[in-house]
């Protein structure tokens, strides 16, 4: 059974930056893919970030390119995304998801932690 935690969200104003962490059992990069999902009121689950099965490349939505970084910590089983220049419309809950096989969808993922919200004033 994968676990996984995430921290870091909180309040902020926009153009500010947060890191959000996800902390994962045993050796689930080495088997999963891992990315950040998010999903807004009222709105759909939808894609932030993403490596690639292999952890070799990473993949984002165009509304985080250039603002959002994903990054992973193999030795303490961390995966992280890094928010700058926050807006509003970033705001939702964050979700950590990992999954077996190949990535097309939301559906496509197999694990979720709890989520952390983020909340970004204007």
């Known amino acids: 059974q994968v676990q996984l935690v995430e921290s870091g969200g909180g309040l902020v104003q926009a153009g500010g930056s947060l890191r959000l962490s996800c902390t994962t059992s045993?050796?689930?990069?080495?088997?999963?893919?891992m990315g950040w999902l998010r999903q807004a009121p009222g709105k759909e689950r939808e894609f932030v970030a993403r490596?690639?099965?292999?952890?070799?490349?990473?993949y984002y939505a165009d509304s985080v390119k250039g603002r959002f970084t994903i990054s992973r910590d193999n030795a303490k089983n961390t995966m992280y995304l890094q928010m700058n220049s926050l807006k509003p419309e970033d705001t939702a809950v964050y979700y950590c998801?990992?999954?077996?096989?190949?990535?097309?969808?939301?559906?496509?993922?197999?694990?979720w932690g709890q989520g952390t919200q983020v909340t970004v004033s204007s």
């Open positions: 490596f690639s099965w292999s952890g070799a490349n990473t």
């Open positions: 045993g050796r689930t990069f080495s088997s999963y893919a």
């Open positions: 998801a990992a999954a077996r096989g190949l990535v097309r969808t939301v559906s496509s993922w197999d694990y």
